[in-house]
């Protein structure tokens, strides 16, 4: 008989519909029912394309006597982190508070009232390498919350107290100065590995908002060791097996196995990480002109178009791990869809394609990978190859790669990762002349506003097969969907995408601010949790805190509003403050602030619609390096962007005015005369 998620919108709680557990969704009705049977409350958390939450789900929610156990004493609820990312934050807050560490499936035993007094992350069905067993854990709250109730709850309120004293004001800081900048890329340095390009460390994630702010840093001061650095990222994610070397994208992480080994990733793809990483390589395109960063940024953008790209018109928020080996077994395997063996790539290819591709992607008879097999990536030492040759054997691999069974796909549409995506789609489209990209990012923009914004401007975090979900959007749902649309309204030169991104950061204003230049993730009327959480620190994608100061500058930039960038140089101050200490978890905070400190520079650009003129000034307009830099384009007398306004043409032609710090240089009509005021001063 299906629990209570059977109607679900989120595929991580669908997955555990039929679970024997007796699972609620994250409601009050389950508190109150903790408090009537008088019994804890257990909450998991994760996301669908977690490996070890599948691995617990397997274990222990499918098993029928660990099920009628939990049924038995506990009221046992389910909460998909992407949907909740409140709730995650605040139990995860205290998980890292009581363990040191932290991470999914979150296992947190609590009170009726939500007071937390137990908490973990994945617990095996027997003993092992000196971890309780998940029935062992069971068992030992059962005891407590039965025989040492006062104990429990005091525990439950210290750690409650404790949460709820971390409040973060930053607003007294000041704005970043070039101090902050040049301490936070001194630290950067100490922390990059020179040999291998990639910051220290086994286990790599994609630093996104660090090459972000390196190339504006680069753009703006002219740092060569701003630039070298993160050119010197960008090659090693896009040579090893972080990159799908055959369907382009990126996948979570890698890790390094062993002091010799190739790294080897953890396979799942998330829309975040594609969306960023595509911006990313788009950018250092813009500044080196560099070959591997146009492939690797169209090749993205494809890849988040063809794979995950919903009916509606929206992007699906990740591809699982795991997937079916292709034996037909049935059998899920990490990693299955992705690698290949010699005997794979012959059956494929042939003998001499074949060997040709396992010296071009580094596979061997032994495999760095399980069971022989190996992850595709770009030996460091090779040699130049034949581009056609190479094309056709990718070609060749992605049409047998299809055949397989595919990884699981968790088709919910988040707002904020969405946004990520638009701006992304919409700047690489401008670039390399790919409307049908612009055109993917405007259908995205359209499927948003239509079905997660209400007539308040109000949205809604999440959606799937066109129904809007129950939970309301966080402070990185309105920052990151408002730059989504103003980097369309950019890119599209249609200023209703500006008006939109205006409504979403009055919101922010209005319903997420504090009164000393503090953020919070949720709104002032949102559902009151043990403590409104607040993270200014820039994690897998950019926080709220810093997505919002980045949005609220550039919507300032466009607009001339006082309010939205006093509150974004507000924002700034957790720069200052942790800019120089921690830069690799402020890297969209640092950028932002290289925006503030080169103006923002606004540009207009005018003319008649599809006059060439006019197309070339607002192609270059768009290929400037400037921080944060925004463009308007449009005719003469336009009122869709307040910057064209009083901007009219010269001696008839198109004409491109740039300002920067309340000062305006001449218009120009060439593109020449164009890159030059677009170029950087200090």
Request: glycine share 10%; with cysteine.
């Amino acid at each position: 008989m299906p629990n209570r998620l059977a109607q679900a919108t989120s595929p991580y709680l669908l997955q555990h519909a039929d679970n024997p557990v007796d699972w609620w969704p994250w409601a009050a009705e389950a508190f109150e029912e903790a408090r009537r049977r008088d019994v804890p409350v257990f909450l998991s958390v994760g996301y669908s394309a977690c490996h070890w939450c599948h691995v617990m789900a397997h274990e222990s929610f499918e098993d029928d006597d660990t099920a009628a156990y939990m049924n038995e004493h506990f009221v046992s609820v389910k909460v998909d982190r992407e949907e909740r990312p409140d709730v995650d934050a605040v139990y995860m807050e205290a998980v890292q508070a009581a363990t040191g560490q932290g991470g999914w499936p979150m296992s947190v035993f609590m009170t009726p009232d939500g007071e937390p007094f137990y908490f973990g992350t994945y617990f095996p069905p027997e003993a092992r390498h000196g971890m309780a067993s998940f029935r062992q854990v069971l068992e030992g709250v059962h005891n407590a919350w039965t025989s040492r109730r006062d104990e429990v709850g005091e525990v439950a309120g210290k750690i409650t107290r404790d949460l709820a004293q971390r409040e973060l004001s930053t607003g007294d800081d000041g704005v970043p100065t070039e101090e902050t900048q040049a301490l936070a890329l001194l630290q950067l340095t100490r922390d990059i590995d020179p040999a291998s390009g990639w910051f220290k460390g086994d286990t790599k994630f994609p630093p996104s908002m660090v090459i972000e702010f390196l190339l504006r840093h680069h753009a703006r001061a002219g740092s060569v060791a701003a630039l070298e650095m993160a050119e010197g990222l960008c090659g090693a994610m896009a040579r090893s097996s972080l990159y799908d070397q055959v369907g382009g994208g990126f996948h979570r992480y890698v890790l390094t196995p062993r002091a010799d080994g190739p790294l080897v990733p953890h396979f799942e793809k998330m829309l975040y990480d594609n969306a960023l990483l595509c911006r990313v390589y788009a950018h250092l395109w813009r500044v080196t002109g560099s070959d591997l960063a146009r492939r690797v940024a169209l090749e993205t953008a494809d890849f988040m178009v063809r794979e995950l790209r919903t009916p509606e018109g929206g992007f699906a928020s990740a591809l699982d791990a795991d997937s079916a080996l292709p034996d037909g077994s049935g059998k899920h395997a990490e990693g299955a869809y992705y690698v290949w063996t010699p005997g794979g790539l012959r059956d494929v290819l042939g003998e001499d394609d074949a060997e040709f591709a396992m010296r071009h992607f580094g596979v061997t008879e032994e495999g760095s990978f399980e069971h022989g097999s190996s992850v595709l990536r770009l030996p460091q030492d090779a040699g130049v190859a034949d581009a056609g040759r190479v094309a056709s054997v990718r070609e060749r691999l992605l049409a047998a790669r299809e055949q397989r069974p595919r990884p699981g796909r968790d088709d919910k549409i988040v707002a904020a990762w969405n946004g990520l995506a638009i701006a992304a789609l919409a700047e690489a489209g401008g670039y390399f002349d790919r409307p049908d990209l612009v055109e993917r990012a405007t259908e995205a923009a359209d499927l948003l506003v239509r079905l997660h914004m209400d007539d308040g401007a109000r949205l809604a975090r999440t959606s799937r097969d066109g129904r809007a979900g129950a939970n309301a959007g966080v402070l990185e749902d309105y920052a990151d969907v408002a730059e989504g649309f103003l980097a369309l309204a950019s890119v599209s030169g249609e200023g209703a995408w500006l008006e939109f991104a205006g409504f979403l950061l009055d919101g922010v204003l209005e319903r997420f601010t504090g009164p000393r230049g503090q953020l919070y993730d949720t709104a002032r009327d949102a559902e009151r949790l043990i403590r409104r959480p607040q993270d200014p620190t820039d994690n897998a994608a950019p926080s709220g805190w810093t997505a919002a100061a980045g949005a609220l500058l550039s919507y300032a930039a466009h607009t001339g509003s006082e309010a939205h960038r006093a509150e974004a140089e507000r924002a700034l101050g957790v720069v200052k403050a942790l800019g120089p200490r921690v830069p690799r978890f402020i890297g969209w905070g640092l950028a932002v602030a290289e925006a503030l400190l080169d103006g923002p520079r606004e540009v207009a650009v005018v003319g008649a619609p599809g006059d060439a003129g006019m197309r070339n000034l607002h192609r270059v307009a768009l290929l400037g390096t400037a921080p944060g830099a925004v463009v308007a384009a449009g005719g003469p007398g336009g009122d869709e962007f307040p910057l064209l306004a009083d901007r009219p043409l010269v001696d008839g032609k198109p004409a491109a005015y740039v300002c920067r710090h309340f000062v305006c240089a001449a218009p120009v009509t060439e593109v020449e005369a164009l890159r030059r005021e677009l170029a950087p001063r200090g």
